[in-house]
């Protein structure tokens, strides 16, 4: 299906890459023009390039309000007033350090980027779109901020504010026709989860039964998540499709966050059986 976001305008943060870049090709094939942020500028103008005249890049450092400000501003001078915010830029968890050994410049640095950058989208993008009475937000959070423990504290805690934030937003902004939705994936391959695991992206495109063997353990669809199983949850959630979808936090993670894995978890309640039996208890 195409022309989904026919006449929409949308800015992505984050989009010279994985998720990001993704969810900004299905954008401009389903007719919105799109202005893509990011630091990686090299990279950013080349997406950008390759799609088209509805596309364009700015530099934005979504831990810098000025920064987010004026690349709203641009998207309205080029393309006319947003319709649609994606806040995606992220990075990785900064360690995995016990408590006690926390690095606080570290953890200030994460909050900045992964739940600081959403609150700057939102505030810039709601003053454009209230007076309209109309937009779709989009924040990514992740299925880390549904469920504690698979990721470092300062990634799971910024991106289950991410989840409350964008609930309280959806609160606010339904009054006035706007939506604010989150979406939380599951482990995604992307440049960001092949850095945590030390792989290079080559090995991934060689053999990717070989990755969705490595991942069956970890999500209940056994395999791992790929960009354009988030990046069409995003699409739904932007367009008019999902006009009565408001303060939502979407899981795209084959199931993970559901609850315990099913197998798994029968597995141990055998083993549970067993030893007690053992014990003759
Ligand atoms: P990615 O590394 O491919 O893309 C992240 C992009 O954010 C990069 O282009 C990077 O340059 C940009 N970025 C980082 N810091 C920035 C800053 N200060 N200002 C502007 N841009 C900045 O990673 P991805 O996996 O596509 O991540 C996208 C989002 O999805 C992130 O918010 C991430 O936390 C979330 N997420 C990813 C996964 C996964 O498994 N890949 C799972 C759950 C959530």
């Known amino acids: 299906m195409t022309g989904r976001l026919d006449g929409k305008v949308a800015m992505i943060t984050g ?6 870049r993704r969810t900004a090709e299905r954008f401009i094939a389903e007719g919105a023009r799109v202005l893509l942020t990011d630091i990686q500028d090299g ?11 509805n596309a364009a890049y700015r530099h934005a450092d979504v831990t810098r309000e000025e920064d987010i400000a004026a690349a709203v501003a641009e998207a309205g001078r ?45 505030k810039h993008a709601a003053a454009v779109m209230k007076p309209r009475r109309s937009g779709s937000i989009v924040n990514l959070a992740s299925a880390a901020g549904l469920v504690a423990g698979a990721t470092p504290h300062d990634y799971s805690t910024a ?11 959806a609160l606010e902004l339904g009054e006035f026709g706007i939506r604010a939705n989150a979406v939380c994936p599951g482990y995604t391959i992307t440049p960001m989860v092949l850095e945590g695991l030390g792989i290079g992206a080559q090995a991934i495109e060689a053999e990717p039964q070989k990755v969705d063997a490595a991942f069956a353990s970890v999500h209940p669809i056994p395999r791992v998540g790929r960009v354009e199983d988030i990046a069409d949850v995003i699409v739904f ?45």
């Open 43 to 53: 990279k950013g103008e080349e997406v950008a390039r390759s799609l088209g005249s």
């Open 159 to 169: 991106k289950g504010a991410v989840v409350h934030f964008t609930k309280g937003l």
């Open 15 to 20: 989009a010279a890459s994985g998720i990001g």
């Open 237 to 281: 959630l932007a367009s008019d499709e999902a006009r009565f979808v408001n303060g939502q936090a979407v899981g795209v993670d084959g199931g993970l966050s559901a609850g315990a894995h099913w197998s798994g978890h029968r597995a141990k309640m055998g083993a549970i059986r067993t030893a007690l039996a053992a014990d003759g208890t």
């Open 78 to 122: 080029r393309f006319g007033p947003l319709d649609i915010l994606l806040s995606n830029a992220g990075i990785r968890g900064q360690g995995a350090a016990p408590i006690e050994q926390l690095d606080m410049a570290a953890w200030d640095r994460a909050m900045n980027v992964l739940l600081r950058s959403v609150v700057y989208g939102a």
